[in-house]
């Protein structure tokens, strides 16, 4: 089991470089630009990061408990959670979503304070509530399924959240390797959701459905407030609209960590 484990973390990562290399030239950007490019990079991304975690479970590689899927496998819970488990991982994911917010408008007004642009700076896009939530879905699925590794090796929450974090990192950096010069390898925001949600692993045990709700909650009220606060400025340097020009452009920054 634990051998086929590795063998689908290493096979996840490697797909994920693939990917991010090939998106990054210039046939992968024509590709990504067509309304059929378009449907099949979702189709590919809901593969990778959905489908192929349940592939690995359903092919017995881990159990639902290594990830947070179930808690106890004892009858007469709510997925293997009493009550009472649900309402302190429910206040847990509160309080620890309020400390992000918090740092997250920390860093917005700096940011304004210094006459920059919050979102640029920070690697928020501007999605729809939908498409955030499907973002934070794909990310907490991903993260939780590379802790699966680590738990069945360590069997400690603490370590194995700091492993399964630095599985991410490394992922990231290797598909960001080739970024042009100027662009972000690991984005403010999505380094800042990886370590949240590596956070409330360590401090939880793993639940990974509020951790969804967490991931959701954040992304779509950071979103909504840094618009917001910013209104309808827009950058207006000329360094600055290259960097925006250059961003959009970049498949590499659209890598989630």
């Not at 479970?57 to 179930?70: C, H, I, W, Y």
Request: aromatic fraction near 8%; include cysteine; glycine fraction near 10%.
């Amino acid at each position: 089991m634990l051998n086929a484990l590795a063998a689908w973390t290493c096979g996840s990562i490697a797909l994920f470089v693939i990917a991010a290399r090939l998106s990054s030239t210039r046939i992968g950007s024509r590709v990504r630009a067509s309304s059929v490019g378009r449907m099949a990079t979702e189709g590919a991304r809901f593969i990778f990061y959905v489908g192929l975690p349940y592939a690995a479970l359903l092919t017995g590689a881990f159990v639902p408990r290594d990830v947070g899927l179930q808690g106890s496998p004892a009858p007469d819970l709510i997925l293997g959670w009493t009550p009472e488990a649900w309402a302190r991982a429910c206040g847990q994911a509160a309080a620890l979503g309020g400390l992000a917010l918090a740092a997250i408008a920390l860093q917005d007004w700096q940011v304004r304070r210094a006459r920059g642009y919050g979102p640029l700076a920070l690697g928020i896009d501007s999605a729809p509530i939908a498409l955030s939530i499907r973002e934070a879905v794909y990310a907490e699925t991903h993260w939780s399924f590379y802790r699966a590794l680590p738990m069945r090796l360590l069997a400690d929450a603490h370590r194995t959240a700091l492993a399964g974090l630095a599985l991410v990192t490394v992922e990231a950096l290797l598909a960001g390797r080739r970024a042009r010069t100027g662009t972000a390898r690991i984005r403010l925001f999505d380094a800042l959701l990886a370590g949240l949600s590596a956070t409330y692993f360590t401090l939880t045990g793993g639940n990974v459905w509020v951790a969804i709700a967490l991931q959701i909650g954040v992304r779509v009220v950071t979103t909504g407030l840094v618009y917001a606060s910013h209104g309808a400025e827009s950058p207006s340097e000329p360094i600055v609209k290259a960097a925006v020009e250059s961003a959009a452009a970049d498949p590499t920054n659209e890598i989630i960590v």
